[in-house]
């Protein structure tokens, strides 16, 4: 981990001494005129029958609220300092059934009241770029930090631009390592197992009740990524993109607390709840490629086309293509709406079965329906304002856009969800 962040910071500090020893012009233009904070937002609430909690059977209700400021602080004509704070507060019927037995019935349909039926995670970003004299070349860093009650992650990442054919052309390459650490929690009635006890809860252990659980002996994840972004003006009106993208992921991949049953194992059930056979296993590496393409069209003042399509694909069997559409109407100077579409189609990771299907005898298993065999839609409509003379004032910010958007998504497995997010920009005047 100290050789990847050395190579890194290498590689950063070495490009922006490159660029104070590329100083010759006399005046130019401030990457940042001034300080900008944007107060940004979401509310998002779902629903579905296929909680991976309770092995693919069960309720999917969550919901989620997450404020985020981000504040760019222009430092001198060339570099700009970027902080980014958020956190995200949610509520799951799902997850709160890590433990279901502390209410009255226990019902993989319906929220138990424990703990885990709601949590917070918090996030904080800082970023650093540099810009050289003739404004073509861009080098950025950057540190992120996040935790919630079970999870804890350490970020760092960068990347380089480079403009050129005056501007008409862009390549940016950029990567990221993320160090994440689990802090492992059971289903509730699997913990005693992993202390050697057996579960005595209403007696189950002495009706025969004896699961195939393995404890994980993975505690950390480490995320690489490494990510190339071509951007060209082909004419007046069109301009395409391609973007590339590698991930890999080691180390703890499976979900401690997401159980799995077996259909060669006898079922008991405490009132409706069924006790688990095992949680889910997944292998300790993951490799992810992405390759995709946008296509921006300016059909004349009032529209615009812009669309989307990237090609998806993993090493553990899931292939997924998503395409989307955006169409910018522009209503006057200030105002517009854009209503929007998107797809997505994945098959089914190799080691995905439904409740109650897996076998005992296999090495990996997992219910969790997101890596499922299914489709989805997505249909939206948002709505921005821009004020290039910021003529409404708070102080010695002036407001520069808001933007506010309603999404629907829908599965074909049953989840379906409902979304808000909304923006406001600030700039120093």
């Keep these: 981990m100290i050789r990847n962040y050395t190579i890194l910071l290498v590689f950063f500090l070495g490009s922006l001494q490159i660029f104070a020893q590329d100083s010759t012009s006399t005046f130019k233009k401030r990457v940042l005129e001034g300080t900008e904070i944007d107060f940004l937002g979401s509310y998002y609430s779902q629903d579905g029958n296929n909680a991976a909690v309770t092995g693919g059977l069960g309720t999917e209700k969550l919901t989620d609220a997450a404020p985020t400021v981000v504040v760019s602080i222009p430092i001198n004509d060339d570099d700009v300092l970027t902080i ?127 699961p195939a659980f393995r404890e994980l002996t993975e505690k950390g994840r480490n995320s690489y990524s490494l990510g190339l972004n071509f951007s060209q003006i082909l004419t007046e009106r069109l301009q395409g993109s391609l973007l590339v993208d590698l991930v890999l992921q080691q180390g703890l991949l499976s979900t401690p607390f997401q159980r799995v049953y077996f259909q060669d194992f006898q079922d008991f059930f405490i009132d409706d709840f069924q006790l688990a056979d095992d949680i889910e296993h997944l292998p300790d590496s993951r490799l992810k490629t992405a390759v995709g393409g946008r296509l921006n069209y300016y059909l004349n003042q009032t529209f615009v086309l812009r669309s ?72 939206g409509i948002g709505i921005n304002y821009t004020d290039i003379f910021t003529s409404l004032k708070i102080g010695s910010m002036g407001l520069k856009t808001i933007d506010l958007k309603y999404d629907y998504y829908q599965r074909d497995s049953g989840l379906h969800a409902n979304i808000i997010t909304f923006g406001l920009g600030f700039t120093e005047n």
């Design 308 to 379: 989307y399509y990237r090609f998806y694909r993993d090493d553990w069997g899931i292939v997924s293509h998503t395409a989307s559409l955006e169409v910018p109407v522009k209503l006057n100077d200030k105002f517009t709406v854009y209503p929007s579409y998107r797809y997505y189609q994945q098959s089914a990771a190799d080691y995905f079965a439904p409740y109650n299907t897996h076998l005992s005898s296999e090495e990996y298993y997992t219910s969790d329906f997101d890596l499922s065999d299914f489709q989805a839609n997505q249909y």
């Design 84 to 210: 980014d704070a958020g956190i995200s507060a949610y509520t799951s019927a799902s997850s709160s059934n890590i433990d279901p037995f502390d209410t009255n019935y226990a019902d993989p349909f319906t929220a138990s009241s424990g703990a885990s039926s709601s949590d917070t995670w918090a996030n904080v970003t800082g970023s650093y770029s540099h810009s050289s004299d003739d404004r073509n070349r861009i080098v950025s860093g950057k540190v992120s930090f996040s935790n919630e009650y079970d999870y804890t992650s350490i970020g760092l990442g960068g990347s380089y631009t480079w403009l050129f054919n005056e501007k008409n052309t862009e390549f940016t390459l950029h990567g990221n390592v993320y160090l994440d650490t689990w802090k492992i929690i059971y289903p509730y009635e699997l913990r005693p197992y992993a202390q050697n006890r057996t579960f005595t809860y209403q007696n189950a252990a002495s009706l025969g009740y004896a």
